[in-house]
T-cell receptor, first 111, second 115 residues
Framework: AQSVTQLGSHVSVSEGALVLLRCNYS??????LFWYVQYPNQGLQLLLK??????LVKGINGFEAEFKKSETSFHLTKPSAHMSDAAEYFC?????????FGAGTRLTVKP | GAGVSQSPSNKVTEKGKDVELRCDPI?????LYWYRQSLGQGLEFLIY????????KSGLPSDRFSAERTGGSVSTLTIQRTQQEDSAVYLC?????????????FGSGTRLTVV
């Protein structure tokens, strides 16, 4: 069965600084990997996904993530944080007909 | 519809009462999922539907929880004899297929508070 581990339940960065949110997965088959963002009192919104092909995937709001099979990682990055990026971020893995989510990382952006 | 719609958005109920939570998925999406999000926790998988069938009910926490889907569209999650530990946000999501590769579209959730 697949699973996801997100390192760091809280990450705080200054506005304009690099954002790095870590995600490691476990899957017995080639996985589909996702990052979702959740703003307060809202559902989850898909940021980006990796299914096949290019291992560096770009998503909305300037985020990108790189699939590294050798490290079983799918870390999320953004070169320059904006105040509006403050939210909860969830990494997820799917290898069939259900998706398993990490515990989430709350991103705080300081002015 | 344009998105996944959940109702009610908030529900306060007394311990021991039954509640029904509704999910209206995106038109044409055959797969529908229910998750539970407790305070400070990640998402806990409850159940998924492909059409009107539920191939995987493994996540339902107890026999007080049940779900159905009719017409390949609307789904209802029912919690009987609610307990305080049932308090959480219940999220519904839908997808065009159940292959897992397309990602899900989530509703805004139902916040359930059991007092």
């Amino acid at each position: 069965a697949q699973s996801v581990t997100q390192l760091g339940s809280h990450v705080s960065v200054s506005e304009g600084a690099l954002v790095l949110l870590r995600c490691n997965y476990s899957s017995s088959v080639p996985p589909y990997l996702f990052w979702y963002v959740q703003y307060p009192n809202q559902g989850l919104q898909l940021l980006l996904k990796y299914t096949t092909g290019a291992t560096l995937v770009k998503g909305i709001n300037g985020f990108e993530a790189e699939f590294k099979k050798s490290e079983t990682s799918f870390h999320l990055t953004k070169p320059s944080a904006h105040m509006s990026d403050a939210a909860e971020y969830f990494c997820a893995v799917s290898d069939s007909n259900d998706m398993r989510f990490g515990a989430g990382t709350r991103l705080t952006v300081k002015p | 519809g344009a998105g996944v719609s959940q109702s009610p958005s908030n529900k306060v109920t007394e311990k021991g009462k039954d509640v029904e939570l509704r999910c209206d998925p995106i038109s044409g999406h055959t797969a529908l999922y229910w998750y539970r999000q407790s305070l400070g926790q990640g998402l806990e998988f409850l159940i998924y539907f492909q059409g009107n069938s539920a191939p995987d009910k493994s996540g339902l926490p107890s026999d007080r929880f049940s779900a159905e889907r009719t017409g390949g569209s609307v789904s209802t999650l029912t919690i009987q004899r609610t307990q305080q530990e049932d308090s959480a946000v219940y999220l519904c999501a839908s997808s065009p297929t159940d292959s897992g590769r397309l990602g899900y579209t989530f509703g805004s959730g139902t916040r359930l508070t059991v007092v």
